[in-house]
Structures are given as C-alpha cells and as structure tokens.
T-cell receptor, first 116, second 116 residues
Framework: AQSVTQLGSHVSVSEGALVLLRCNYSSSVPPYLFWYVQYPNQGLQLLLKYTSAATLVKGINGFEAEFKKSETSFHLTKPSAHMSDAAEYFCAVSPRPGQAGTALIFGKGTTLSVSS | EAGVAQSPRYKIIEKRQSVAFWCNPISGHATLYWYQQILGQGPKLLIQFQNNGVVDDSQLPKDRFSAERLKGVDSTLKIQPAKLEDSAVYLC??????????????FGPGTRLTVL
C-alpha cells in the first residue's frame, strides 16, 4: 500500500531564509506526488505536482520540489521565505493509471512558521 | 469559475446527535470525494463518487456514516449518531473524470465539526 511520511511536524524559519519541507513516499511503483498548502480555515490548494519524467517541478509562489526515485523523496523548497508562506503543508500521493483508485493519500502535514 | 462549495462551515453538536454536510462540486466534475481531516493529521478519504455511483467507500464507517450523490451533482454526508472522535474538518473535493494521466482535485473550504 502507498504511504507518505513527512519529516518534522513543525518547521520554523526566518523571513528570507531557505524553506525545506521533507516528504518520503512508500510505493513499489513511483506514484504521482503532490504538495498542497492549507491556510487557516481554508481548503487545500495545490502547490505543485509530479506526474511526468521531469524530476524538478516548479509550482506557485516560488516553490519547487525534486523527485528522487533513489531516495523515494519529494522534498519541497523555496529559496527565500515570506511571512505569507506561514501555513500547513501536506505531501500526498495518488495511484497512476492502471493502479487502483484515484484518491489522494496524505501525509500528516508540516506547519511552517516564518518569523521576521 | 466557481469553486467547490460546502455548507455549513461550522457545526457544533452533542454526541449521539445527527448531522449532515452538503457539497456542491465544480460544474462538470464527475468525480467527488469526501475526506476527513482530524486535527494534527492529513486528510483521509471517506468516500469517492463517480457521477452518482460509489467508487470507493472502504474507509467509511458505515454503521454511522452515510453519503449520497443524487443526480451526480451535489452530495450530502451524514453522521448518525455522532461520536466524540468524529470531531474533524470534513473536506469535499471534485475533479474531472480521469481520462488522462491525472486530473487535479479541487477542494472546498471544509466543514469544521465539533462533537461535545
């Protein structure tokens, strides 16, 4: 069964510092991978997704993630944090066509705090 | 384009009472998902519909939870009777039917349920 592990439930950075949120997946076949952001009292918003051969994926708000099959990882980064980046971030996987289901399987989330 | 609508946004009930949540997906989206997000955890799929048929309800506690999607558009999720552990945010998401590699899921703002 597919699963996702997010390392670190809480990450704190200073404004302007590098953001690194870690995600590892468990699957016999590389799944589709996603990062979502959730602001307080709001639904989930897709930041970026990996669904093709391009291993470096760029998303919205300056975020990007690199798919590394050898490490079964899909870490999220941003070169310079803004105060507005403070939110909950979720890594998720989805089966590929031919595999059962289309629903997302989420990690437990990482809360990002940004201080001035 | 209007997003996924959910109501109510907040609900407080006593244990053993019943409650219902409503979701209106994005127009034209054939697939609808209900996720449960317990505080401190990632969302977990409860049920997935394709048009008005159930695709996956393996994680739905069927002794107390029920869901329907009449006419393949709006959906309601009901809990009867509610337990304390049902306190969570209930997220509705929709997507186009999978015809390509992946169809993005769009999330509503959620309904926050508190069971006292």
């Amino acid at each position: 069964a597919q699963s996702v592990t997010q390392l670190g439930s809480h990450v704190s950075v200073s404004e302007g510092a590098l953001v690194l949120l870690r995600c590892n997946y468990s699957s016999s076949v590389p799944p589709y991978l996603f990062w979502y952001v959730q602001y307080p009292n709001q639904g989930l918003q897709l930041l970026l997704k990996y669904t093709s051969a391009a291993t470096l994926v760029k998303g919205i708000n300056g975020f990007e993630a690199e798919f590394k099959k050898s490490e079964t990882s899909f870490h999220l980064t941003k070169p310079s944090a803004h105060m507005s980046d403070a939110a909950e971030y979720f890594c998720a996987v989805s089966p590929r066509p031919g595999q059962a289901g289309t629903a997302l399987i989420f990690g437990k989330g990482t809360t990002l705090s940004v201080s001035s | 384009e209007a997003g996924v609508a959910q109501s109510p946004r907040y609900k407080i009930i006593e244990k053993r009472q019943s409650v219902a949540f409503w979701c209106n997906p994005i127009s034209g989206h054939a697939t609808l998902y209900w996720y449960q997000q317990i505080l401190g955890q990632g969302p977990k799929l409860l049920i997935q519909f394709q048009n008005n048929g159930v695709v996956d309800d393996s994680q739905l506690p069927k002794d107390r939870f029920s869901a329907e999607r009449l006419k393949g558009v709006d959906s309601t999720l009901k809990i009867q009777p509610a337990k304390l552990e049902d306190s969570a945010v209930y997220l509705c998401a929709s997507s186009l039917a999978r015809q390509g590699p992946y169809n993005e899921q769009f999330f509503g703002p959620g309904t926050r349920l508190t069971v006292l």
